[in-house]
């Protein structure tokens, strides 16, 4: 190894301590994506930090390894204080996970290779046998898939709740849920939420949920999705949640370029996580998580962009006459939905549904002439989507429970990226002209 001429005792070579406030400011999470939780000092003075491709990672010496193993194998909890092997941690997703704390004001976080890898190893941190869940719906297809075909597999139940529920309603099901883990032998192990719904946009109390769960005396933790607001139009650790849950798929990477996920809360309900994921493996690997720091530098741009545009194109969508609705949050016309809008939401989103007159053959029409909107599924990327959920995404939901979850056939999910918004304009009428 080359020591570049620099000299070790040199105070250039001492890792500088973390800054986070400046004269007692705290500084915004935008400003400390470009370097929270990295030292250049520390890689030959490389301003981004490198891809660091390695399984495994050499002790100092014995007694640190020994040390190391105890915190991963939780004789002492809180993980290794040092890096031990790929499967457990790396630098590049510890700086990752480091940044995405930020956003959501958590303690810790932890990334996955997958939205849903994530999604299934923090249920299997918390489901014992003859457990119940409690949930939201709907929910991401296969998140209601995991717990209610997999999970069950090994005696865990659910029982949900439409995401407008109020808090009388969200008491009534903690109730019966309780009834059930008692029949069952089991307990209540989690509150899993997701909002605003897919692709309806209903949104949760998740103020309501918390006190509803504080006078049950739940002893488990409140999960919530937060894909389709996170992390800049809805901090929900802010309104009682306990756990933040993402598919880092979508608005995070927001290039439609990589898959991955993650989660974050208070340390101890990490911990359980992470446990798990030292024994399964399902971390985000070295070159995502480098991909995940770069968009996380624009996140906001990105995003801020992406909402003004969806508010263009909304106020145009709304008039036209071909248009039956919008499932927009930036137009809910619900009073307790409005309500639990203000108190949660900093900003709409992208993602709408757009309900036209007539049916699935109307719908079609309309995508197949779109121009600059591609057709395809999934969400939060820099270019716009759009998608027919009661024949795609929402295709193996049962009819009536579709109805129900108001998933009609003439509904088009559309996420808007952050192309010309008078582009997006010209290319929507165009398309619904040709309806
Ligand atoms: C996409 C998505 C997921 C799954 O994430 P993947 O990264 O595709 O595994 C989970 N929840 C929501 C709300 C999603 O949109």
Known sequence: MSDHDIDPTSPRMAPKPEVTKIDGRELKPSTLMMGYGYDPVLSEGSLKPPIFLTSTF????AADGKRHFEGITGKRPGGADGLVYSRFNAPNQEILEDRLSVWDGAEDALSFSSGMTAICVLMLAYASQNDVIVHSGPLYAASEGFVAKVLAKFGVTYVDFPAGATREEIDAVIEKAQ???????????????????????????????RTSVDAAQLDCPIAIDNTFLGPLWQRPL????????????????????????????????????????????????????WMLMRSLETVELRMNRAGENA??????????????????????????????????????????????????????????????????VSLGGTETLASHPASMTHLSVAEGRRAELGISDNLV??????EDPDDLIADFT??????
């Open 58 to 61: 050499a002790f100092p010496s």
């Open 179 to 209: 009834a059930q883990a008692d029949e069952q032998g089991g307990k209540v192990c989690m509150v899993y939420l997701e909002s605003p719904g897919n692709p309806t946009n209903a949104l949760v109390d998740i103020e309501a949920v």
């Open 238 to 289: 802010d309104q009682g949640a306990d756990i933040v849950v993402y598919s880092l798929t979508k608005y995070v990477g927001g290039h439609s370029d990589l898959v991955a996920g993650s989660i974050a809360g208070a340390k101890k309900w990490m911990d359980p996580v992470r446990m798990l994921r030292n024994t399964m493996g399902g971390i985000c690997d070295p070159n995502t998580a």
């Open 311 to 376: 508010a263009k194109v909304c106020d145009f969508l709304a008039q036209h006459p071909k248009v039956k609705g919008l499932g927009y949050l930036g137009m809910i016309k619900d009073a307790r939905q409005q309500d639990i809008y203000d108190r949660h939401c900093k900003g709409a989103g992208s993602t709408f549904s757009l309900l036209l007159k007539g049916g699935e053959a109307e719908c079609f029409r309309f995508l197949d002439s779109l121009k600059i909107a591609k057709l395809a």
């Open 413 to 418: 999910r559309i996420s808007i990226g952050i």
């Open 430 to 435: 165009q398309a619904l002209e040709a309806v």
